[in-house]
């Protein structure tokens, strides 16, 4: 579902990460919600190419924080709401069903806050 955009030959692991994360987030949401007969539905996929274009263009790049710890909303008002229904669907799921994901999105959201409260 989601690939490199063309022209780019490396990303930082964050966003590898964080674009690996929400891909299985809204397949798991519409698996679970829509559930299509393959694949992701029309609504979803426009979710899912909408969050990998704003990963694409994310300001912070290398040292991108958990979406939910950005000072920076890229999402319009009305993805930014269906993401949030997906994420809280899906984040208690995804131990479940995605535990190394899951595990390292905790670990990098500690993370990020320990490095942000040091002086």
Do not use: W
């Amino acid at each position: 579902m989601f690939g490199m955009p063309g022209g780019r030959t490396s990303e930082s692991q964050q966003i590898r990460r964080a674009r690996k994360t929400v891909e299985k987030m809204i397949a798991l949401y519409c698996h679970d919600c829509h559930a299509p007969a393959h694949g992701l539905c029309d609504a979803c996929r426009e979710l899912a190419e909408y969050a990998n274009g704003r990963l694409d263009r994310c300001a912070f790049r290398g040292d991108k924080p958990p979406c939910l710890q950005c000072p920076v909303h890229c999402y319009r008002e009305s993805m930014r709401k269906r993401i949030t229904e997906v994420m809280r669907y899906a984040g208690p799921r995804m131990i479940r069903r995605h535990p190394l994901l899951a595990i390292r999105h905790v670990v990098d959201s500690r993370q990020r806050r320990s490095r942000a409260s040091r002086p």
